[in-house]
């Protein structure tokens, strides 16, 4: 324990710790941009609302959101210790002149983009998780023919049931649940909510052009014949695929909803 705290609180021990969690997080987006492909589907947010009710009461999915929620708060904490170590041991013409030569726009201004994703976090838990935990969003019922499998779905009042219901009727399946699709259609309405989220999706690709190579060189897996594979995830997977995945979103709403 006594040679275990000196390296968790070096520099090289606070950079492993931010990879560990930052790539923890990378897995995270994969999910839940996977997850979120369902407002795509024509179905009145049938799916999308199946798929939130999934993930806000299926306890080991709730375990993992623990682990998320202390992972965005560690990842930041040690990222604003760093910066401020880094910033007070070198000195300011050494950091303008050769650090600005030697290195990326976005590995220099990782804390810029940094902010920006906490600041566009926050938002998004507002308006989404906030209101779904909150009560704060409507109710709709989807009743499905079981013979045809023709869908319908009426906007109802919250009444004596529990936030998600699922029963079968003379052949009609009849689902009662809170439409958090609903939510993000009135949410992505406002033309500032989308401009900032597609802001914030162009900071999460650099930041995580940069982040995913780095945290993978900092755990030491830095082999000459898996740097291209690293690379190339980096860059058009996790700097390119899912953040444009996420920044559709809101726009395919406000243009096409």
Known sequence: MSKSKPVLNSSLGKKLIM???????????????????????????YAFNNYAYLMTHFAPIKVVSYLLYASVIVHAIYAIILTSNNKAARP????????????????????????????????????????YHNDQVPYIEYRT??????????????????????????????????????????AFDNVFLVAFYVIAMAALAFHLIHGFRSAFQTVGFDHKKYVPIIQFLGVWIFGVLIPVGFALMPLYFFFCK
Not at 19 to 45: E, M, P, R, Y
Not at 93 to 101: D, E, F, L, R, T
Not at 155 to 180: P, S, W, Y
């Open 145 to 186: 023919d079981l013979s045809t499998g023709v869908t319908t779905s009426t906007e109802i009042q919250a009444g004596d049931f529990h936030d998600f219901t699922k029963v079968t009727e003379n052949g009609v399946e009849i689902l009662k649940a809170r439409d958090l699709y609903k939510q993000v259609d009135y």
């Open 19 to 45: 990879s560990l969690t930052g790539l923890f997080l990378c897995t995270f987006l994969v999910v839940h941009l996977i997850g979120n492909l369902q407002l795509f589907k024509d179905d009145a947010g």
């Open 92 to 131: 300011i013409g050494y950091a303008a002149s050769a650090g600005g030569a030697n290195s990326k726009w976005n590995s220099r201004n990782m804390g810029i983009l940094g902010t920006v994703l906490l600041v566009f976090i926050a938002t998004h838990m507002a308006n989404f998780w906030w209101k």
